[in-house]
């Protein structure tokens, strides 16, 4: 069975600073998704980035890129340039290709963007 | 905006009722999908619909049933309630399953919270 696991409970950052946000996940599989949510204080979740593990290239979106390592089944989020809207909390998601009813979740990494 | 509605936001209730959550997927996605988020298990999958067929159950409780009508709304329903079903329950939609391209829309939730 596949797990995520976020070994941060809460970080923070002051504002403009970089921060990283750690993911390690388990896994038999060779395709699969590996996934960043936001979740703010609205309580929605909202997807930030998205990487394929077939894919050697890390996924950039913006201030937010990942560093993908898939022999150390690792996958970190970096925020660059961190806002204060960047408060939330932050679950890494694994995804089987072909499979979305698996989507699993970590537990999640609370950030708080100081000013 | 995500484009996926929930209805209610907030539903008190109390042990032993029953309720129902209601969703509205974006437009043109036929696939729903129902989280629940506690403190305690955190992110989970309960069920997915893809054009009003079940097509997955994850960790969905006997007490807990879901369906989606014509019109591509869903609605879970949740009976004989106990103190640990207070959650938050998410509904998800995307635009078909098996999709290389698949993304999940996230609703902003319905906190239930049984008293």
């Known amino acids: 069975a596949q797990t995520v696991t976020q070994s941060q409970p809460e970080m923070s950052v002051q504002e403009a600073e970089t921060v990283t946000l750690s993911c390690t996940y388990d896994?038999?599989?060779?395709?699969?998704?590996l996934f960043w949510y936001k979740q703010p204080p609205s309580r929605q979740m909202i997807l930030v980035i998205r990487q394929e593990a077939y894919k050697q290239q890390n996924a950039t979106e913006n201030r937010f890129s990942v560093n993908f390592q898939k022999a150390a089944k690792s996958f970190s989020l970096k925020i660059s340039d961190s806002q204060l809207g960047d408060t939330a909390m932050y679950f890494c998601a694994f995804m089987k290709i072909w499979n979305t009813d698996k989507l699993i979740f970590g537990t999640g990494t609370r950030l708080q963007v100081f000013p | 905006d995500s484009g996926v509605t929930q209805t209610p936001k907030h539903l008190i209730t109390a042990t032993g009722q029953r309720v129902t959550l209601r969703c509205s997927p974006r437009s043109g996605d036929l696939s729903v999908y129902w989280y629940q988020q506690s403190l305690d298990q955190g992110l989970q999958f309960l069920i997915q619909?893809?054009?009003?067929?079940?097509?997955a159950k994850g960790n969905i409780l006997e007490r807990f049933s879901a369906q989606q009508f014509p019109d591509l709304h869903s609605e879970l329903n949740l009976s004989s309630l106990e103190l640990g079903d207070s959650a938050l329950y998410f509904c998800?939609?995307?635009?078909?399953?098996?999709?290389?391209?698949?993304?999940?829309?996230f609703g902003s939730g319905t906190q239930l919270s049984v008293l």
């Open positions: 619909y893809y054009n009003g067929e079940e097509r």
């Open positions: 998800a939609s995307s635009v078909d399953v098996d999709s290389l391209k698949e993304k999940l829309f």
């Open positions: 896994t038999s599989e060779n395709n699969y998704y």
